[in-house]
């Protein structure tokens, strides 16, 4: 079974902060995700990399970046958390080199709460 | 820009009966696939089902299967002899071979009822 891992569920932290999520996946996917989830909002796609130090902006990057440095870790990084970046993140990952039709799994999620 | 509608936020369903979760889209695409994603309470997003729109026969897996209605863009999830562990949150979704991000609904939390 393919595992998606994200490295805290729970984490809280100061408004003005830099935050790191991380993310690994043990299939060897090319294409992995990030995700913001919120409620009445469904998943709305922060960054998406295809490839080792290759990135695209999703819909909604504005007051984020990622890293991709190995195949199967992923990391999103909030450089100045603000209160409305409080949310659950999904990281996801999917083989192939159809980016958005092959199926993607998903981590636990991290719930973020910026006070 | 493609849009995908999930009309009931909230569904309930007695067990071992059938619920029909619905979802409309928009897009001028012809060949696309459709999703349905379950999440679990406090659990991770799983597949349910997958769709590809040039295909006529409609997707099923186990209990779950869909109606494809594809010229009145309907993909409606059903249920059968519902389970207390389908509870959970149910996104439909839709994706192209292009480069626009996979659109999700904004879910239907179903409840099923023992």
């Known amino acids: 079974d393919v595992k998606v891992t994200q490295s805290s569920r729970y984490l809280v932290k100061r408004t003005g902060e830099k935050v790191f999520l991380e993310c690994v996946q043990d299939?060897?996917?090319?294409?992995m995700f990030w995700y913001r989830q919120d409620p009445g909002l469904g998943l709305r796609l922060i960054y998406f990399?295809?490839?080792?130090?290759?990135?695209e902006k999703g819909d909604i990057p504005e007051g984020y970046s990622v890293s991709r440095e190995k195949k199967e870790r992923f990391s999103l990084i909030l450089e100045s958390a603000s209160t409305n970046q409080t949310s659950m993140y999904l990281c996801?990952?999917?083989?192939?080199?159809?980016?958005?039709?092959?199926?993607?799994?998903f981590g636990p999620g991290t719930r973020l709460t910026v006070l | 820009a493609q849009t995908v509608t999930q009309s009931q936020p909230e569904m309930s369903v007695q067990e071992a009966e059938t619920v029909t979760l619905s979802c409309t889209y928009d897009?001028?695409?012809?060949?696309?696939?459709l999703f349905w994603y379950k999440q679990p309470p406090s659990r991770q997003m799983i597949l349910v089902i997958r769709?590809?729109?040039?295909?006529?026969q409609n997707a099923t897996e186990n209990r779950f299967s869909v109606n494809f209605q594809k010229a009145a863009k309907s993909f409606s999830l059903k249920i059968s002899d519902s389970q207390l562990g389908d509870a959970a949150m149910y996104f439909c979704?839709?994706?192209?071979?292009?480069?626009?991000?996979?659109?999700f609904g904004k879910g239907t939390r179903l409840s099923v009822i023992a």
């Open positions: 299939m060897d996917h090319e294409n």
């Open positions: 979704a839709y994706g192209y071979s292009g480069n626009t991000p996979l659109v």
């Open positions: 897009t001028s695409e012809s060949d696309y696939y």
């Open positions: 990399s295809y490839d080792v130090k290759m990135k």
């Open positions: 996801a990952s999917s083989s192939g080199t159809s980016r958005y039709t092959d199926t993607q799994y």
């Open positions: 769709q590809e729109a040039y295909k006529q």
